[in-house]
Every structure is written in structure tokens, then in C-alpha cells.
């Protein structure tokens, strides 16, 4: 055994010196390569909370649904329905025909009056905006031609009757601002009968007011009537 052992040693010890020098030994010319590993850079992929069912949520046109009785009819005239509104500042969307033609803000009284217009008498207003009240000229005379609606004009208290279909027209109030349409459905010695759309809520679609009568001239018993047109 005693005769391996000391080849062995010094086998190893010449190994040793031999790298050494090998490994960069200032006395040699021989420099191991300069080794380096390689710059491998990982970057996660950017996930994002978008995948399919995430797309699909975002590309989906989001329509605000009207509350069921809100689009209920509650009442009609002449087969023209009227629908309830909720809360009288409510409204779902401009209502237009296939043509184009604004009817109004549903559902506004508005709404009902001018599409109670277009569906009965197939009548289109030339300016078909405005609020309620801006359906009446102030400017007109009696029984003159309201340009901007086709329709001839009527003040109250004045010397011509109101009759059935014709549009009643309210001003401003100290509660409303913006006046109010109706139709009148029937004309009596006394008292005109209307319907409505939008009067607000506790008050019914259809209602009586008195009329009077004196010298010619017809007055509905109601200071903010300021009159009615006709087709």
C-alpha cells in the first residue's frame, strides 16, 4: 500500500501547480477564456383582467332599462296611447319616427300631445322643439296661423270655442317652469274634458275644467290656460 501512496501524492501535487498556472499564474501567456454567462432577461407577459369573459363585458353596449311601469299604457285617445311617466322629471330617451321626426322626450306631456298629432292627423310640425309653453305665440292675434307649428291659434277668453283634438296649451307656473300640453277630448256647455301624459303623480290622465261663457268669449276657468291650436 506505502508503495501507491507517494505516486498518488505527488500526482496530485502536480495536478495542483498545473492549474494553477492554468487559471490566469501572471508568469504564464495562457489566460483561461473569459467565461460569462449568457444575459438572459425573463419579462413576464402583461397579463391583464381582460380575457374573453372580461372582453365581453367591456364590448357590451350597456342600455339603461326602463322600469317596467314606466313604459305601461294607462290610457288612450282615439287608439294614441298614454303611457305613465313615474316621476314627472323623468325621462327615457327621445322618441323620433322612422322618418326622423322628433315626437319628444318620453314621456313627457309633450310627447303625447305631438305624437297624438302625428298618429291621428298625420300632422308634422315645422319647428317640432320646445318646451310646453312655447307652443303658444304670445305675438299671434286670435284665430292667426301659428307658422312654426301648421296650426291655426286660439287665446283663452277669446271669441272662438275650443272643439275636440284641439291642442291646450298652459303657461308657466309658480311649480313648472315649463308650461304643459293637453288634448282636449270633448267640449261641453260648461267644461272642457282633456287627457294627458306626465301630470304628475297622484293626478289622472283625463280631467274636467270649467268654462264660462260671457259676451262672446270662452274662457276655461284656469289663470295659466293661455290657449289652444287646431289642425
Not at 372580461?54 to 350597456?62: D, E, G, L, Q
Not at 291655426?152 to 277668453?157: A, G, L
Not at 315649463?178 to 294627458?196: E, K
Amino acid at each position: 500500500m506505502k508503495n501507491y501512496i507517494l505516486p498518488f501524492l505527488l500526482t496530485i501535487s502536480i495536478l495542483g501547480v498545473a492549474l494553477y498556472y492554468l487559471m490566469g499564474s501572471p508568469d504564464i501567456g495562457i489566460k483561461m477564456p473569459d467565461w460569462k454567462l449568457p444575459d438572459w432577461k425573463f419579462e413576464m407577459p402583461d397579463w391583464k383582467s381582460d380575457d374573453s369573459s372580461t372582453k365581453k363585458k367591456k364590448n357590451k353596449k350597456s342600455y339603461k332599462a326602463s322600469p317596467p311601469a314606466t313604459a305601461s299604457v294607462v290610457d288612450e285617445f282615439n287608439g294614441v296611447k298614454v303611457y305613465y311617466n313615474g316621476q314627472v322629471g323623468n325621462v327615457y330617451g327621445r322618441n323620433t319616427t322612422a322618418d326622423g321626426y322628433n315626437l319628444g322626450l318620453r314621456y313627457q306631456c309633450v310627447e303625447f300631445a305631438k305624437r297624438y298629432y302625428y298618429e291621428y292627423f298625420d300632422h308634422k310640425m315645422p319647428n317640432s322643439y320646445g318646451h310646453a309653453k312655447d307652443f303658444f305665440d304670445r305675438s299671434l292675434n286670435d284665430g292667426a296661423y301659428n307658422k312654426a307649428r301648421d296650426l291655426k291659434q286660439y287665446k283663452n277668453n277669446g271669441r272662438h270655442k275650443p272643439k275636440k283634438n284641439d291642442l291646450l296649451v298652459y303657461g308657466a307656473t309658480p311649480y313648472n317652469g315649463f308650461g304643459h300640453l293637453a288634448i282636449i277630448t270633448n267640449v261641453n256647455q260648461n267644461s272642457i274634458g282633456i287627457i294627458q301624459q306626465n301630470p304628475g303623480l297622484g293626478n289622472p290622465t283625463r280631467e274636467t275644467i270649467p268654462m264660462s261663457t260671457s259676451n262672446g268669449r270662452f274662457k276655461i276657468e284656469y289663470q295659466y290656460i293661455l290657449g289652444w291650436l287646431r289642425k
